[in-house]
Every structure is written in C-alpha cells, then in structure tokens.
C-alpha cells in the first residue's frame, strides 16, 4: 500500500490515518511537506519576532537604547527567531522521531510522517495566537488556550507560568494524534506508547521554559 501525505486529511480524520500509516508500504510527498512546514515555520517565527511576540526584553531596554540601537537589537532578535523558527521545525520532525524511534522501536520514517501533523498542529496554535497579540497584546505566556494563565494566578515563578503556557489544548491534540498514529506502529503496549510520548513531551516542555526564562533571543 503506498501512503500518501495528505495534511488535512489526515488532521480531521485521525482513525483513518492510523490505518493508513500502519499498513503503508511506501510513502510519497513527505519530503514536499517537510520544506513546506519548515518554510511556514520559518515564516511564522520570523513574523512574530518582528511583532515582538515573546520579545520582552527589548521593550525593557527601549529606554536605555537608542532608536538606531533598539532597531539594531530588534533585528538581530528578529533573525534570532528566523533561525529558531527554522530549527523548531527540525526538531519536532526530526529530533522528537529519534526519541519515539529509539525507545519504541518502529519506522523512523513513519514517526516523521506522524510528526508532520504534529508540526502543523503548533504551527495552527502560534497562528492562531497572532491576532490575540496584534489586537489584545496577549504573549504566548498568556495565551488562552494554555495553563499558563492559571499559573500566572497560583506562582509569581516565571519558570513555571512558562512552563504550564507550554500545555494547551493543541499540545493535548498533538499528543492525542500521535498516541493514536504511533500505537498501531509499536510492539509496546499502549499504555507504554503512551507514556513514552509524554514523558518525551515533558522533557521539552522544560528545556522550552527554561529557554524561555533565560531569554535565549538574547544568546542568538
């Protein structure tokens, strides 16, 4: 059965995608959808740099910079989130489908199939939380569709409002697809699949708060 990779389809009919991907024998367009989301990721990121998204830091300096100075900043920051933008989708395809592919030992090319859909689930969430920005000046940090405004409610810890921003309703569908994509392609029990994959989603959820606390446009 040859597989192929269709974005939307696939997204609002998850069971049949299941079947799909469990039984195909070869798979065709991954690599045309690969550049296509590695290009609106890098879009996505870029233009929320030049909005400011996520960029508190220079709004904190803007009165200890000049207006050529703030510029400069803003567009080294700017292309500080081009190449982050660029890198996220990399490792959601690929690093993440290293992790899946070494511990539960399935079709690494299969994985990054799943991790397509994956991919194009936190690229729907951040382009959907560009007009909240735009009109409401809502940052990620705050976003409604996360815990981090619960957080910000219960800790004054910026770690941790960073950290539970991270875990929202799209994070929860991504983790849905991939348990139901990835159960049909392991040996494992379910549970263990399922496991495997929040486990797997905590570890970035942590390494992506601490970025986030340290302000790492300021590194790039």
Same mark, same amino acid.
């Given at each position: ?18 079947? +799909? ?10 690599? =045309? ?7 609106? @990721? ?46 996220? @989708? ?19 090319? =299969? ?14 969430? =951040? ?38 921003? +991270? ?15 990835? =159960? ?37």
């Amino acid at each position: 059965m040859v597989y192929y990779v269709h974005l939307l389809k696939g997204l609002l009919s998850p069971n049949t995608f299941s079947y +799909q991907i469990m039984r195909a024998e070869a798979i065709r367009g991954l690599w =045309k959808k690969v550049i296509l989301l590695t290009l609106l @990721s890098t879009i996505l990121f870029t233009f929320s740099g030049y909005l400011g998204i996520g960029m508190d830091f220079l709004t904190k300096e803007i009165t200890d910079l000049s207006r050529q100075e703030f510029e400069m900043e803003k567009l080294f920051a700017t292309v500080g989130r081009l190449i982050w933008g660029m890198i996220f @989708s990399m490792l959601v395809l690929f690093g993440f489908s290293v992790i899946l592919w070494a511990i539960l030992d399935m079709s690494y090319k =299969k994985i990054v199939v799943v991790q397509l859909f994956v991919l194009c689930i936190l690229l729907l969430e =951040k382009a959907v939380l560009l007009p909240f920005h735009i009109w409401l000046g809502i940052g990620p940090e705050a976003s409604p569709f996360s815990f981090g405004v619960i957080a910000a409610y219960l800790t004054s810890s910026s770690i941790l409002v960073y950290f539970f921003s +991270q875990i929202s309703l799209f994070t929860v569908w991504a983790i849905f697809f991939q348990y139901k994509a990835l =159960k049909g392609l392991s040996e494992r029990s379910p549970k263990t699949v399922l496991l495997v994959i929040i486990l797997a989603h905590l570890v970035i959820w942590l390494v992506s708060a601490l970025l986030s606390y340290l302000e790492i446009e300021k590194l790039i």
